[in-house]
């Protein structure tokens, strides 16, 4: 049996705008994906029958979707497709990033596997794998990429950045008791009408960050989820300080702070009430 470990890392959204609906149904967005360090771990196993079984194992966080239709065991079923692969997979989850928070952890954990595949199979491929993730997921292909991006499309088209300028990045997580449904904010914003960007674009948030370290950070569904789902509002009323912005379609928050002080600070001020749950994060970096 031959194995690999891969980390899969949360995401946060520095920047989100969505700038209309598409003829194919899905929304044309563009915005500045980060991963974080709040990270799941994959064991992916090759066990040497050639039967095309995928078995797959979930720890921690819990998930209420059966594993055949976890988008890891669906990214495997891909990977055989495009690949022609007939090994049996073994594949051990170990959750930790909440499901239903706009964090990408199904995303992330489904690219961890197609990059576990390819290592074990001797696929070096990037733009195939890309173009299998694109089919698992839209935000799959940016966890491929294991850096800051800018993504466009309906988020498979991937500008990866240079990891340096978010290398100090920090920030509290706050996860409230509730999940968000995706299609549901989609459908409000199609309903609704678009929040305007403050900048120009992606690039020019991007530049902003770049060149000054910081940058008010937009997400153009923010009053899309709020008529999905009204407790947002009052959720994040209840979080302390002015800044918290909605990661992707959430239900996450998160906030910039400039160190581990300020990020317990930020905690320990936060309503037990609300039963938030919390992480203080950093960019990601590989092992």
């Known amino acids: 049996m031959s194995s690999v470990t891969v980390e899969a890392p949360a995401k946060v959204n520095l920047y989100f705008d969505v700038l209309g609906k598409r003829d194919d149904g899905y929304h044309e967005i563009e915005t ?22 995928t078995a797959l194992r979930v720890e921690g966080e819990p998930l209420d ?8 065991w669906y990214a495997v079923k891909l990977f055989r497709s495009e690949f022609s692969f007939r090994g ?7 959750k930790r990033i909440p499901a239903g928070g706009g964090l990408g952890g199904g995303s992330s954990d489904a690219a961890a596997a197609l990059l576990a595949l390819a290592d074990l199979t001797g696929v070096d491929d990037l733009e195939r794998l ?27 088209r991937v500008s990866p950045c240079a990891a340096g300028g978010f290398e100090g ?20 914003w199609s309903e609704g009408t ?14 902003r960050w770049l060149e000054w370290g910081e940058a008010p950070f937009h997400n153009g569904l923010w009053e899309a989820a709020v ?12 979080l302390p300080g002015g800044n918290w912005t909605l990661t992707g ?20 001020r936060i309503p037990a009430a609300t039963r938030f749950r919390t992480h203080v994060v950093s960019a990601w970096s590989p092992a």
Request: hydrophobic share 45%.
């Open 32 to 53: 500045v994906m980060l991963p974080v360090s709040l990270a799941d771990e994959l064991i992916v196993s090759l066990t040497g029958g050639r039967d095309e079984r």
């Open 65 to 72: 979707v059966p594993p055949e239709r976890n988008l890891v």
């Open 88 to 94: 049996d997979v073994e594949v051990t989850l170990r």
């Open 130 to 156: 890309a173009s299998v993730a694109a089919l698992v997921g839209s935000d799959v292909p940016f966890f491929l990429y294991r850096r800051p991006a800018v993504c466009r499309g309906r988020g498979e």
């Open 169 to 188: 990045a920090r920030f509290v997580i706050a996860v409230p008791p509730f999940s968000v449904s995706t299609a549901a904010v989609y459908a409000a």
């Open 194 to 207: 678009r929040i305007p960007s403050p900048y120009g674009g992606a690039d020019e948030f991007l530049r």
């Open 227 to 238: 008529r999905a789902e009204p407790r947002l509002a009052e959720y994040r009323s209840a």
């Open 249 to 268: 379609s959430g239900s996450a928050f998160f906030l910039p702070v400039r160190d581990e002080e300020e990020a317990r600070e930020i905690e320990e």
